[in-house]
């Protein structure tokens, strides 16, 4: 594994920036890409969801470029200046213009909200209906379809990102992965590799390795990210993106910067 392309630091809900560069550096990576989070939205949920977690991306990149611009001088490592973004098709203009104005080394693509909530909430989707909870899922797929073909993003994330809520694991199908497999090989976005929950309770890498499969079925190849939050975090998700790629034969890529 060259290049974690996926990391979090204090500009949205990280670490440092230097104690993620120097656990990359430590990791023996080559390349290491900063993607905080960033929702750009004039909708009233994702706006207050912005003010109360403090993904502020929009307003502070350019003081978050310097900081990585001046240690690009000290360090040996690549640093490579990207961004997180939240993704709701209702968003998509405002999404285009803020990175066309930006210009970030590159772009990832997260789907994060069901029903308008974060996907993550155990409690708001565990009280729902089998029915309900089968309708999101199929929402978040049709979202991720949108996302992918949007060619918004150079990366999209996590892109089973459901699995990691009980409330709503199990409950995709192969048709709604060989959609997601259809659009990215028609699209120039790449999936990855996520490790984020890899060492946790949920214990997996995204995609699953029944998703994995249909996507090798289509050709599509993968970057690896750990979306690490903390630095104690990257070099063991990094083994773990490494066995995955052995034991799966799974095609890695990297992108043009």
Known sequence: MRCDYHTHTTYSDGSFLSWMVSAAERARLDAIGITDHCTISAREGPRRQRANMGFNLDVT????????????????????????????????????????????DYAIGSVH?????????????????????????????????????????????????????????????????????????DSRTVPELNAGRVRSEYGEVHPTPQFTEILLEEGIEFVLGTDSHEPKEIEPRKAELETFTATHDVETTTLSL
């Open 113 to 185: 909200e069901l029903d308008g909530t974060n996907v993550h909430s155990e409690d708001h989707f565990a009280e729902q209906s089998a029915a309900a909870r089968r309708s999101h899922v199929a929402t978040y797929f049709d979202r991720l379809v949108t996302l992918v073909e949007s060619e918004l993003f150079d990366v999209a994330a996590h892109i089973d990102l459901v699995e990691r809520n009980s409330a709503l694991r199990g409950l995709a199908t192969d048709e709604q992965y060989r959609r997601v497999a259809e659009a990215f090989a």
């Open 61 to 104: 990149y350019e003081r978050r470029r310097s900081a990585i611009e001046a240690m690009r001088e000290r360090r040996d490592i690549e640093i490579h200046d990207g961004v997180e973004m939240d993704f709701h098709p209702d968003d998509s203009g405002e999404i285009a213009a803020f990175l066309d104005e930006v210009g970030f």
